[in-house]
């Protein structure tokens, strides 16, 4: 018994190294692994180009049995003769700068209607269209050609530079219904001069897709050249407002040598200019000085004549006289020792003695009294018979301040009689004046004014 408890260990021992002999594999059975691992590697790699073109060539047949109809479809639509066009109703509003509002001529949003190409006339679908408006080259059409293709279109589509926020920002996208579509607010974010031309024209196009089976040629407008918006603060102002520094006026730079001249000479605004020009021109040219020629002269003042004026009058009182002058010291009416004088009437008083009264009222005008005008003014007819009575307008023109007189509280109504020799206020109390008093000559026709002598002859 107890040799059998002796024993024990070393049957214990004995069958433990027979576990470790059995679990520990031979080298035939590594060398075994290692060929199986090889294969199966090798032949991975040997079937991944075959599975790569097998598959690419199930997807190239799946795409080929698909594709035919679309292409079909797509280069017919391409082909197709368009029978409909978008167009822009009316001309751009110029000069156009960057991040300034894109309106029409009139200053109202831009508006797209469509066409039938065959008769001209304006036309509509049954659905409504997508149109995305996009800016193009503005050489796109070669000369001027009113026919192209769609491809031709998409390859003068203008992108933005590298860099830069997108050409054209705001409602870039559209919905047209019943054949029309505003166009509420777009601007371009870059100038036009870093491409060929130097233009671009605003472009609408229908969206892809968005029509069935109906070919319809994008829209464009005229070519135009896009300024930086800093441009914006040197332009010129057609026509000028009375409080316009006057560099606004034609030939008269933002801080250049006329500029100032003028300013040094208490020449601030387009009325100041104005009113020197009425009461001494000889003095404002000789402020201006040789550098402005003649022909120079006559383009700025021509643009300040074409000012709107509005319906104030200056009163310039003395001890026997009261002189009535509009906003650019122009002589409307003259009261002299209790009489007055209008129009024709002007001309027998001694012109020295009138001048004279307007250069005190120049030399004091910011202490004059200041009127409005009448409340039931009328537009002065440049031709034909006095048929119709014009309602009171706030503003006034150089056109019709120029023919304007200063009637009674009772007059109504300004007239030209058919003859256009006489000029008067028609009502309870009236007068007749000789046309040309009031300067209705070439130059009234176009909205400008004559210097002094054209109220004193």
Not at 107 to 131: F, M, R
Not at 239 to 254: A, N, S, T, Y
Not at 374 to 392: A, F, H, K, S, W
Not at 404 to 419: C, D, G, K, M
């Amino acid at each position: 018994m107890t040799k059998r408890f002796a024993d024990k260990p070393e049957s214990e021992q004995y069958w433990q190294n027979e576990r470790r002999q059995r679990t520990r594999p031979s080298l035939a059975s590594a060398i075994g692994e290692v060929v199986k691992m090889n294969f199966v590697q090798s032949f991975c790699t040997a079937l991944e180009p075959m599975l790569r073109r097998v598959v690419n060539e199930e997807v190239d047949n799946g795409l080929r049995r698909r594709i035919p109809s679309y292409t079909r479809s797509n280069s017919l639509l391409i082909k197709a003769p368009s029978t409909m066009q978008l167009k822009f109703r009316k001309l751009l509003s110029l000069p156009i700068f960057t991040g300034t509002k894109i309106v029409d001529e009139d200053g109202n949003p831009l508006e797209i209607y469509l066409v039938d190409i065959d008769s001209g006339q304006e036309s509509t679908v049954s659905c409504a269209l997508k149109l995305q408006i996009v800016v193009v080259d503005g050489d796109f059409p070669a000369a001027d050609s009113k026919v192209w293709t769609s491809g031709e279109f998409e390859k003068n589509i203008v992108k933005e530079r590298r860099g830069k926020r997108p050409l054209l920002a705001g409602d870039v996208s559209v919905t047209m219904r019943d054949g029309v579509v505003s166009v509420g607010d777009i601007e371009l974010t870059d100038n036009s001069s870093w491409i060929r031309s130097r233009k671009f024209r605003i472009a609408a196009r229908v969206v892809q897709g968005a029509t069935a089976g109906i070919v319809v040629r994008e829209a464009m407008t005229e070519a135009f050249v896009v300024k930086d918006h800093r441009g914006e603060l040197y332009k010129k102002h057609h026509p000028p407002m009375l409080q316009d520094d006057v560099w606004r006026l034609e030939k008269i730079g933002k801080d250049g040598a006329f500029h100032k001249k003028l300013t040094s000479n208490a020449i601030k605004t387009v009325q100041e200019f104005l009113k020197l020009s009425v009461v001494n021109e000889p003095k404002l040219r000789k402020i201006l000085g040789i550098g402005m020629s003649d022909k120079m002269w006559e383009v700025t003042i021509k643009h300040a004549r074409t000012c709107v004026v509005d319906s104030k009058f200056y009163v310039s009182r003395g001890p026997n006289h009261t002189i009535y002058l509009n906003p650019i010291c122009q002589v409307v009416k003259a009261v002299i020792n209790g009489d007055a004088f209008v129009g024709k009437d002007l001309s027998s008083v001694n012109r020295a003695y009138i001048e004279k009264f307007v250069e005190e009222a120049y030399q004091k005008w910011n202490s004059l009294e200041v009127v409005d005008g009448i409340v039931n003014e009328t537009r002065l007819l440049t031709q034909g018979d006095m048929v119709e009575e014009y309602p009171c307008n706030n503003t006034m023109t150089m056109e019709m301040c120029q023919g304007q007189v200063f009637p009674t509280s009772r007059a109504t109504e300004l007239a030209f009689v058919s003859n256009k020799e006489y000029v008067g206020v028609v009502g309870s109390t009236y007068f007749l004046a000789p046309a040309e008093a009031y300067n209705f000559g070439e130059s009234s026709s176009e909205g400008e004014l004559g210097a002094t002598y054209n109220f004193i002859k």
